[in-house]
């Protein structure tokens, strides 16, 4: 008799538990629930106040929000190293990659091959697919603003710009750059000096010692990570522009403004888009109106002209933010005097990203 | 069942009671069991159901929500394919750039209805209208160099592609297709039987909706409630890009909720489908489930009541089974005792009354023969005590029975009167005999026991009548099925029976008026055995009586008539019965037969051979079945009686193996058993272990010599002629005295 009434309510017991138990799972609601790792390829380090610093504070900016564990790994050199690291980082759990130089191209292009359920972010690239994705900022808009303010500052009407490789996008900046120092002042010229490295300490020092001493600038701007042409500028008293960060405070007699880059929303927004699985690949190329990039305020240093550098920024500044006009809308003309944008065109991103290769009127390149 | 023992025993100690108490609490427990398998089971089904109405929803949900997103991508491809469109155009104009004018006012006209035009990468119209509010935002991917679809809200939706000079972007041209115009558009995804749609930004305001949407499915859509449920959908769809969930509306019933994205826009389909049309199979599978679970735990729940019932009914029948057991073990062993004692007491009787016998038969001596008949008297009146204290053993332990046999009703009277007249007669009371002359008097039933209870009532009248009369009447009336009814009433002036003590009637021991009635002789048992007798013979005693005036006792039995034929005087039927009758004699002698005696007792084997003395009978005697066994082996016997209780070999046992004996001589001559404890049936028992017939002990002696007459070989017989004896009235008491302990063949 027990052991039948056992019996029964056991098995009344087992079909109740499954009845309950047996269901189907919803899905997960809260994406940032569980712990999203992230991985970062830098070629410097992310304390160098400049290019690699601004991506850490990004994301610095929101890890606890997105519950992210972000791996830096620094002073990545490209090639073959850039995809070991990329792949330790994928084997260490990371199911997005931001490589944050152009260099890392070829080792984005062979791991998201192997790769196809790990997103990539290049940026600085161009390439796009599947699961990975190109961005960049416009920060040739900021570069304009910077040459307005150059060009309103300069008192020889020289200004120097230490550049780390003569491609695309260097040279994109160097004639945003010049554009807006001609747009202040007509007559000043821009001299560049490559340096053929985007770190070399020294390099960059030198060739910057060489256009203030040599050349007569007197306003330094830069183009590579290396801090160094600030410090030279800085030491030799001449009035330079930050480049990727704001360093005012470090330089304060020096400075003019810095380019700087606000990468948290974009991250943000991309990272969200990645854990919502609604990825897909695509070039971003986020300008002034978006506020990834733009320069800081002028600073004192800016001199009399502070003013109408300010004036002036601004209604640039409005009308790529309009849309009503960008840097390289017509009529611009090479430095060997061709008309390379009509007036009442403008050149096409992709023209500007993978094709722009000539300097503007008014740049003079020191070989 | 571990509490079984428990229970077993309780009910040793207890008894009946206990038993009880368990078979309440048994129940009792028994139905709290199904009480909460019932309540188990109908829990169950609930939970079932909604369980699977959830499952089944969630499953039809995720289906939905994977068309939508098909279709959602459908949506996407529509409006893409109107950028290519665009851009087959802006090749044309940047072939033809001077011939701006002519084509677009070509294309136009192909698409009047849609706004087209081309604005300069400032802004300013070069065909057409400008932008709404002069509004770039609208085609910046195409100012940019990349076609462009962009959404707004009011305006619809807006197609713009460079056309390009070189690597520069001349100007963009542009198409708005305004929110009426989209149906056309996306006519193709109307039709995919996702019930009734829409387009939202991911804000959640509505944009679009599709045609086809009925009144109240508008109504819905634009509905606070569904911006609810679109929110709840657009969280899930957090981790997935499209979404769909069942709700209950109140005005749409049961529906189920999508929401899409739709790739390359920042839109969402939206839409809903009503459950009946999406999935009105989950209904029937639901029921379907429902019904054969229902079904299951329908058949579980008698089941499992069944199998308890049967537990319980088991454990019953096995309490029932140990205690028929008991009784049948204890009903056995009393039974066995009785049958003992009723061997060991009459044995030693049966030796006294014998040798009494032939003391009576061989001396001539009146003193010696004045002592023998004392003994004689003395000796029967011990054996009706004994008879009357086993009857009342038997009584007591359930073992008496009514034996049926056919009889001759006059033969009964007569015998009662022969046997009780005398004492009447001594008492000088009168005693007087009616007997209905009609009444037939072939009957089949228990006359032994009726005459026992008549013989009862008849002695105590006598015994408690000092003066008067005793009256002694037999009447009759007729009944159904061949039975009839038969009253026996003894009515006597004797001193009567005190109202109050009537109940002490019954009750065995108890003597009334103690005092008065101390000289009377008899055990008490007499009333109780007849009360007994006349129940078990469907009967019951009837008693009436004054104190001081006389009593009357009677009671009817029914027995079965076998003749009709009246039975007219009494007396005279009787007399010719025993002039037909046998009366003691030695009818016969036998001096060439030789028979062979097995018993154990070696006063039974005396008393025989003195029974069979006058009939030159040959008798041998053996003490056990060996000792028969060799001597059958060396002698020739005619006729061989074996005792069947003995120690060692029995009387059956004996038989058996001279059966066996094939070189025995004696093989297959008649074996009569003798028994002092036959039972009913006894005569067919023993014929069915291989004897002829059987004798009950103690041996009546005419049964015996008439064993004799039926199985000796006939030459070896010598009739003689029978010798009267003087006095008929006593040769015919003498021979009811014989026919009287011959009544204990019944046991």
């Given amino acids: 008799m027990k052991k039948l009434t056992i019996f029964f309510t056991v098995l009344i017991a087992a079909i109740f538990l499954g009845v309950i138990g047996i269901r189907v799972s919803a899905p997960e609601q809260d994406i940032t629930k569980k712990v999203t790792k992230v991985g970062v390829v830098l070629n410097g380090t992310k304390d160098d106040h400049s290019w690699n610093q601004a991506h850490a504070d990004a994301f610095d900016a929101i890890d606890d929000e997105l519950n992210l564990e972000v791996f830096y790994r620094e002073n990545v050199g490209y090639g073959d190293q850039a995809q070991e690291t990329m792949e330790e980082l994928i084997a260490n759990g990371c199911s997005i990659i931001f490589a944050e130089s152009v260099g890392f191209g070829n080792a984005v292009l062979a791991e998201e091959q192997k790769h196809p359920d790990v997103y990539f972010y290049h940026c600085s690239g161009t390439r796009y697919g599947d699961n990975y994705t190109a961005f960049f900022m416009r920060n040739y808009q900021s570069r304009y603003l910077a040459g307005i303010a150059a060009g309103y500052a300069t008192q020889t009407g020289c200004i120097g710009y230490t550049a780390a490789y003569p491609y695309t996008e260097v040279i994109r900046g160097i004639d945003a750059f010049t554009l807006g120092v001609r747009y202040a002042n007509p007559e000043a010229t821009v001299c560049v000096k490559y340096t053929e490295s985007w770190d070399d300490y020294d390099k960059a020092y030198a060739a910057t010692k060489d256009l203030i001493q040599n050349e007569d600038c007197d306003v330094i701007i830069y183009h590579t990570d290396t801090l160094a042409p600030l410090v030279c500028a800085n030491d030799l008293s001449v009035k330079s522009i930050g480049n990727n960060y704001d360093n005012r405070n470090r330089y304060p007699d020096s400075l003019l403004c810095c380019l700087e880059m606000n990468w948290a929303p974009y991250y943000e927004k991309e990272i969200r888009t990645c854990l919502e699985g609604r990825f897909y690949g695509k070039y971003d190329w986020l300008g002034l109106d978006e506020g990834v990039c733009g320069i800081t305020p002028l600073t004192a240093n800016e001199g009399a002209n502070r003013g109408k550098a300010e004036a002036a920024i601004n209604i640039r500044k409005k009308e790529m933010e309009d849309g009503t006009w960008d840097v390289f809308f017509g009529p611009v003309y090479s430095n060997t005097g061709d008309l390379q944008i009509e007036s009442n065109e403008a050149a096409s991103d992709y023209y500007l990203l993978n094709d722009l290769n000539w300097y503007v009127q008014g740049v003079a390149v020191d070989d | ?747």
Wanted: hydrophobic share 40%.
């Fill in chain 2, 1 to 747: 069942m571990t509490d079984m023992p428990e229970k077993k025993e309780k009910k040793k100690k207890g008894g009946h009671l206990s038993g009880e108490a368990t078979q309440q609490k048994l129940s009792l427990a028994m139905h709290w069991v199904f009480l909460f398998l019932i309540l188990a089971m109908a829990l169950t089904i609930v939970l079932l159901y909604f369980r699977m109405n959830d499952s089944l929803n969630r499953f039809a949900a995720d289906q939905l929500a994977r068309t939508a997103k098909s279709d959602a991508c459908l949506v996407s491809e529509e409006t893409v394919t109107e950028l290519e469109d665009l851009q087959f155009v802006a090749l044309q104009l940047e072939q033809y750039p001077e011939r701006l004018q002519e084509i677009m006012d070509a294309v136009t006209a192909t698409v009047p209805m849609l706004k087209m035009g081309c604005i300069g990468i400032d802004g300013t119209a070069l065909y057409g209208d400008s932008l709404p509010d002069g509004d770039l935002s609208l085609v910046k991917g195409a100012l940019h160099g990349d076609g462009s679809l962009v959404y707004r809200k009011g305006i619809g939706l807006v197609a713009a592609y460079p056309v390009l000079h070189n690597h520069n972007i001349r100007y963009v041209i542009y198409e708005i297709v305004k929110n009426d115009q989209l149906s056309s558009l996306l006519s193709n995804t109307a039709d995919t039987g996702l019930g009734y749609s829409a387009i939202s930004d991911k804000d959640g305001e509505l944009v679009y909706m599709f045609e086809g949407i009925p009144e109240e499915g508008a109504e819905f859509l634009k509905s606070e409630e569904a911006a609810g449920y679109f929110q709840d959908l657009f969280r899930t769809m957090e981790v997935s890009s499209s979404a769909c969930s069942y709700y209950r509306t109140k005005d749409l019933g049961e529906i189920f909720v999508y929401e899409a994205e739709i790739p390359q826009t920042d839109f969402v389909l939206t839409g809903y489908v009503e459950k009946r049309a999406a999935a009105g199979a989950i209904n029937r599978i639901a029921f379907l489930v429902m019904w054969v679970f229902g079904l299951l735990a329908v058949i579980f729940v008698f089941s499992a009541i069944y199998l308890i019932r049967i537990q319980v009914k088991v454990a019953r029948v096995n309490e029932i089974m140990m205690e028929k057991n008991r009784a049948e073990a204890e009903s056995n062993s009393k039974s066995s005792f009785l049958a003992s004692m009723s061997h060991e007491i009459r044995t030693p009787i049966n030796a006294v009354l014998g040798i009494d016998e032939m003391i009576l038969r061989e001396f001539d001596d009146p003193k010696l023969t004045g002592y023998a008949t004392n003994i004689k008297n003395a000796g029967n009146t011990l054996l009706n005590i004994v008879n009357d204290v086993l009857d009342y053993s038997k009584m007591e332990s359930g073992k008496l029975s009514i034996v049926p046999v056919d009889y001759d009703l006059s033969e009964l009277i007569i015998e009662l009167v022969t046997m009780v007249r005398p004492r009447a007669v001594s008492k000088s009371l009168n005693f007087v005999v009616n007997v209905d002359e009609t009444m037939p008097h072939v009957l089949h039933g228990d006359n032994v026991r009726v005459k026992q209870c008549a013989l009862n009532i008849l002695t105590n009248a006598i015994k408690y009548t000092e003066r008067g009369q005793v009256v002694f009447t037999v009447s009759y009336k007729a009944g159904e099925d061949g039975l009839g009814a038969f009253t026996f009433q003894v009515q006597d002036t004797g001193i009567g029976i005190r109202p109050e003590d009537m109940e002490k009637l019954y009750k065995p021991f108890e003597r009334l008026d103690e005092e008065r009635n101390h000289g009377i002789e008899g055990t008490g048992l007499g009333l109780s055995i007849t009360t007994r007798l006349l129940s078990l013979m469907g009967s019951k005693l009837e008693v009436s009586s004054v104190y001081g005036e006389g009593s009357t006792f009677s009671f009817t039995v029914k027995q079965y008539v076998l003749d009709e034929e009246p039975i007219g005087d009494v007396r005279k039927t009787y007399k010719k019965k025993i002039e037909e009758a046998p009366v003691y004699h030695q009818a016969f002698t036998a001096p060439d037969a030789r028979i062979l005696v097995v018993d154990d007792t070696d006063m039974n084997l005396f008393v025989v051979k003195g029974l069979l003395k006058e009939t030159k009978i040959s008798v041998d005697t053996a003490m056990s079945g060996e000792q028969g066994l060799a001597k059958l082996k060396v002698y020739d016997y005619d006729i061989i009686l074996i005792d069947h209780k003995m120690p060692g070999m029995d009387g059956i046992e004996m038989l058996h193996r001279l059966r066996r004996e094939s070189i025995n001589p004696n093989q297959h001559k008649p074996c009569i058993a003798l028994t002092a404890n036959a039972m009913s049936g006894a005569r067919d028992y023993y014929i069915n272990e291989g004897f002829e017939d059987y004798l009950s002990k103690p041996i009546d002696s005419n049964a015996l010599e008439k064993m004799m007459m039926d199985f000796l070989p006939p030459e070896k017989i010598h009739v003689e002629k029978q010798p009267e004896l003087p006095d008929p009235e006593l040769a015919r008491a003498v021979a009811m005295l014989k026919e009287r302990r011959g009544r204990y063949m019944a046991g």
